[in-house]
């Protein structure tokens, strides 16, 4: 999306968003006929347009198989689409060539749920910093050691990790240093797909914490997938709600958990526990079957399991209305629906959300100091 702004000088200037996607698509044939001919298929991504300025973090969230992961990795180009378009900085990246697209790749890195499976166990760390040095030519060779030594006091590891192999570490060690991995090449963009859902919660938030700090610190943009929505409202400033491989409701962070307007974004967020047991919670228990993937309801996606389904509902598929760039909703009924009961959104257990406040304060100061003390285990 390009957008008009007046800068101090009152020159008009063109802004350009960092990422746009455009209708895309993926689909997965999951079953062929004796001759090959595809029998079923799963719309894994169907028709998804947004746009990210630099420096947002795009929380991107929804159930388990709605389509989340194949969407970052079509962004990255990992997969191909069926249909629809990305463009990064302007630049059609659907269209690339071998050069522009190990371009792209420096710009646009990955960070995993699991960092044991995407670090190779026979490499030392050194190794696994220096892979992505080399393939794309970031800093000259004499340089190279210094670099990594640079990386690991940045994501709070000792210098000497790097002559150790990766099942030396616990599993947040391990989650650093994929996240030094993704910064070596310097990137712009990281698609950082359920990072923190595998460690312990006292380590999550030391790693979303460390995420927070090395964006304020490179201004780089995230898109975070989780389905963990109080994870998605610690960290992102704007989200989409997905369902079925569409989005469903794209919205500030902010506004999307003071005033979620779909009524799929309503039930995810009421189907977060509370901790205190005295606070309201509007509940919106989702009645019917999980609809299938290879065949989802026709009409609106949601409407075996909606309560405020009507019978156009059954039939006409609703369109992603937006009513501001950053806001729009995907519902017949989105403008005569009762507003959702102020809520108090996904909320953490208050010990967490000190812990929070406190590896906060503490990784501040140590960004501040530029070092770490955080050693192998
Ligand atoms: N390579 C693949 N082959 C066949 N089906 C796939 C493939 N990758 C994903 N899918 C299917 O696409 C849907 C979306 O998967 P995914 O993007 O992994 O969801 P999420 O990350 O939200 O859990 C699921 O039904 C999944 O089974
Ligand atoms: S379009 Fe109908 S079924 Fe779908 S979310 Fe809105 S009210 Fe529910
Ligand atoms: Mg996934």
């Known amino acids: 999306m390009v957008t008009l702004f007046l800068c101090a000088f009152g020159k008009k200037h063109l802004v350009t968003a960092l990422l746009q996607v455009e209708d895309l698509a993926r689909h997965f044939v999951v079953q062929r006929t004796l001759f090959g001919r595809p029998l079923a298929t799963v719309k894994a991504v169907d028709g998804v347009s947004f746009s990210i300025e630099a420096g947002d973090t795009f929380g991107l969230v929804g159930e388990s198989g709605c389509g989340k992961s194949t969407l970052g990795r079509l962004i990255l180009r990992l997969i191909e689409p069926q249909r629809g378009r990305i463009l990064f900085e302007g630049k059609n990246i659907t269209a690339l060539g071998e050069s522009d697209l190990r371009m792209f790749r420096r710009n646009a890195q990955l960070i995993f749920q699991d960092p044991y499976a995407s ?34 006091r940045l994501v709070g590891l000792s210098p000497s990790a790097a002559q150790r192999y990766p099942h030396e570490f616990s599993g947040g060690q391990r989650q650093r240093i994929a996240i030094a991995r993704a910064l070596a090449v310097e990137p712009k963009l990281i698609v950082c797909d359920e990072p923190v859902s595998a460690l312990d919660v006292s380590i999550r938030s030391q790693v979303l914490n460390l995420l927070r700090d090395l964006q304020r610190r490179f201004g780089l943009t995230y898109i975070f997938i989780s389905h963990d929505l109080a994870v998605v409202k610690h960290i992102a400033n704007k989200v989409a709600v997905m369902n079925l491989g569409q989005f469903v409701e794209l919205a500030p962070a902010r506004e999307l958990f003071s005033s979620p307007r779909h009524p799929y974004s309503r039930a995810l967020l009421a189907a977060i526990p509370v901790p ?102």
């Open 119 to 152: 670090l190779n166990p026979r490499m030392t760390v050194e190794q696994i910093l220096l892979e992505p040095l080399f393939l794309h030519d970031v800093v000259p060779s004499p340089k190279r050691a210094q670099r990594v030594t640079e990386l690991l």
């Open 276 to 377: 205190n047991p005295q606070a309201r919670r509007e509940r919106i228990i989702l009645h019917g079957e999980l609809p299938s993937p290879i065949a989802p309801p026709p009409g609106c996606r949601f409407h075996t399991r909606c309560p405020f389904v009507v019978e156009r509902c059954r039939t006409e598929v609703p369109k992603l209305e937006f009513e501001r760039q950053d806001r729009a909703v995907a519902c017949h009924r989105a403008g005569d629906l009762p507003p959702a009961e102020p809520v108090a959104g996904p909320r953490m257990s208050r010990s967490l959300e000190h812990l929070m406040a406190a590896f906060a304060r503490k990784s501040d100061r140590r960004a501040a100091a530029g070092v770490d003390m955080i050693g192998p285990k």
